[in-house]
């Protein structure tokens, strides 16, 4: 499947938040500088108050002719596998294809139930298409979109143990990912809100927001066949969902000093 996502964090060079003279949010050409990263993180406050902010928006949609938000407090754990040479058979074409030097990694998600199991929910290979980076001077939060390529590996038929590469010299270096998320899903859009533990590091805060690959799809061949679609209003949806978040900032936020520009 494809995944349209958005994430909310600041673009960096050289240990600081890049900086452009522009007043208005902008695309930055991905050749322009090698040096910039996008960290896709957000402070423990920032992350309060957007809880608190789309809690009160759950509330805010069951109110008469609203169409209602939904959600659901999850506790996952991901971990990451090099795949084994039937990992690699098992992937489609399509990402086989565009794996490039670097090899995909197998992310198995494990959920943590209030029964005490934990059932592996997700066998994840992922592929990166294209990413698309947008800075934004009047807030705190500039954007990164993303388009990937994901397949899901858990099937009756593949067994774990048979997609994990036994090479010392293949395993991936990365830590588990003990993850306490709130995702919202409202209309094609879905927002998740995510504290990431790692062992050995400081707990992290995400902000991703998702749209509905497969009804876009569905919406972009009724606009090539001339016929009504309401391709449009999804991407402006996505965009405007986007926009939004990106200027929602705390108090605390809009009283910080800039951060000086990027030499």
């Known amino acids: 499947m494809v995944e349209i996502e958005a994430k909310f964090g600041t673009l960096m060079r050289d240990g600081e938040r890049y900086q452009l003279p522009v007043l208005n949010a902008c695309v930055i050409n991905p050749q322009a500088n090698s040096r910039l990263h996008f960290e896709s993180t957000m402070s423990v406050l920032e992350h309060k108050s957007a809880n608190e902010f789309l809690n009160e928006t759950i509330k805010q949609s069951m109110l008469p002719g609203r169409v209602k938000m939904n959600y659901v407090h999850l506790y996952e754990t991901d971990s990451f596998y090099a795949l084994s040479d039937a990992g690699q058979q098992a992937l489609p074409r399509s990402i086989q294809q565009r794996q490039g030097t670097r090899k995909p990694r197998l992310r198995v ?7 005490g199991s934990n059932a592996i929910v997700a066998r994840i290979v992922k592929v990166s298409i294209a990413n698309l980076h947008i800075y934004n001077p009047g807030d705190n939060f500039d954007c990164r979109i993303s388009i990937n390529l994901e397949v899901n590996l858990d099937r009756p038929d593949l067994d774990l143990d048979s997609l994990i590469s036994q090479d010392p010299q293949q395993q991936v270096q990365e830590v588990d990912r003990k993850k306490d998320r709130v995702a919202y899903k409202h209309l094609a859009y879905s927002i998740d809100l995510t504290k990431v533990e790692r062992q050995g590091l400081e707990a992290s805060h995400e902000l991703e927001l998702e749209v509905d690959s497969t009804l876009l799809r569905e919406q972009l061949e009724l606009l090539g066949q001339g016929r009504d679609n309401a391709f449009g209003d999804i991407v402006g ?9 990106m200027d929602k900032r705390t108090q605390q936020n809009q009283a910080a000093p800039r951060p000086s520009a990027a030499a």
């Open 237 to 245: 949806g996505f965009w405007d969902n986007a926009v939004f978040l």
């Open 109 to 115: 998600t494990r959920r943590h139930a209030k029964d």
